[in-house]
């Protein structure tokens, strides 16, 4: 578990860690807009994180634009992190 990652994705991470999934990476800054981010090496299960109780500040997103990693995951608006595993 990262303790840097903020309290809002925290559950995401635990919850993807606990099924297996592993760190790839970390990104701190992961772009100008992003303070930190954590890319896991498995796709994220996107229907056991519908079962999570998240904050109303988290919103999932996709990118499917090859001049970056294609991926999927989740972001905090208040915090600005993201969390994101291959698309």
Not at 32 to 48: G, Y
Request: glycine content about 6%; charged content about 25%.
């Amino acid at each position: 578990m990262d303790e840097r990652l903020c309290k809002t994705l925290q559950p995401i991470l635990e919850l993807e860690l606990s099924r297996g999934n592993t760190i790839e990476s970390i990104d701190a800054p992961a772009g100008t807009r992003c303070p930190f981010a954590i890319n896991l090496k498995k796709r994220i299960n996107h229907e056991a994180v519908k079962n999570l109780s998240l904050a109303n500040t988290v919103e999932k997103w996709e990118n499917k634009d090859q001049h970056y990693p294609v991926q999927s995951g989740y972001g905090c608006n208040k915090y600005k992190h993201l969390i994101a595993g291959p698309l």
